[in-house]
């Protein structure tokens, strides 16, 4: 579903983040993406965002290389990937429901539509009766779980979680990785970045390790080893 192929990322006057990666990733994958600062985590995936272009080699998305995506491709690419990240990205002046809303609206889904999916959503993040508060009302683990629900609401094939429990205590951290887990079960790819050792000990699924913009290791039913 992913593919990169012979991948380098040098970002101007500034060293290799990424250096000649090839890996792909299966449709119905849970993958973490682990690897202290520096390693290469974010610019895997903002190569995948195709908000950075790589500087030798190609990011496939099934057949489509993101970096020859024009306008209106990459705004449906996008669509396709869901985004979380560790600082929310909510916006704070809408309620839990409206966050939600909002992001079907911009993708033009209707009132009908609307009425019936954020609720359900809501409902499997168990936000269902905060549904009327806003961020500022929610608890870091709330607001993680709110910014999961906007990310799924749009049905993408991929989740991507860019350390989404770099912000939590391990209570949180734990139900956050069981919702990602629950939506991997119901069938949507997820590719995870996180420093959090439990966090991939409890997955217990394919760990990527980088190394100073390498793959160090790739492992199918991987444990934390750095
Ligand atoms: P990680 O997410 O694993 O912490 P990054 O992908 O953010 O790693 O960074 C990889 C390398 O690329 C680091 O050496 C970092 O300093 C460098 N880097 C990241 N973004 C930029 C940028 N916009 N400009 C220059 N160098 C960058």
Known sequence: MIYFNGVKKQYPKSTMALEDITLSINSGEFVSIVGHSGAGKTTLIKLILAEEAPTEGTVFFESLDVNRLKNRQLTELRRRIGTVFQDFKLLGNKTAYENISF????????????AADVPHVL?????????EHFPGQLSGGEKQRLAIARA?????????????????????????????KKINDLGTTIILTTHNRSVI??????VITLEKGKVIRDDKDGKYMM
């Open 201 to 206: 000990d409890s997955i217990g699924k394919r």
């Open 152 to 180: 799924i609401i749009n049905q993408p094939e991929v989740i991507i979680a860019d350390e989404p429990t770099g912000n939590l205590d391990p209570i949180n951290t734990h139900e956050i990785v069981q919702i990602l």
């Open 103 to 114: 992001a079907m609206e911009a993708s033009g889904k209707s009132d009908e539509e609307i």
């Open 123 to 131: 409902d499997l993040v168990g936000l269902l009766d905060k549904r």
